[in-house]
C-alpha cells in the first residue's frame, strides 16, 4: 500500500509540474506582445484571447485562483 501512495504522490508532482510548465508558457506568450502594438495586431485577436483563455485554464488547476 505504501508503494501506491508514493507513485500517486510521484504523479501529482509530475502532473502538477506540467501545469507549472504549461501556466508559465502562457505567461510567457501573453508576455511577449507586452507594449508591442504592431506584434498584437499581427497575431490576430483570436490568438491572443484563446492564450488568456488557456493561461486562465492552467492558473485554475495550479490554484492561482478559484472560479465561483
Do not use: P
Not at 505567461?27 to 502594438?37: I, N, T
Amino acid at each position: 500500500m505504501a508503494e501506491i501512495y508514493r507513485k500517486e504522490k510521484e504523479n501529482f508532482e509530475r502532473e502538477k509540474s506540467l501545469y507549472k510548465y504549461e501556466y508559465d508558457f502562457c505567461c510567457d506568450v501573453l508576455g511577449s506582445g507586452h507594449c508591442k502594438k504592431a506584434h498584437v495586431k499581427e497575431m490576430g485577436q483570436d490568438l491572443w484571447e484563446e492564450n488568456l483563455k488557456d493561461t486562465i485554464d492552467a492558473g485554475t488547476k495550479l490554484g492561482k485562483m478559484s472560479i465561483k
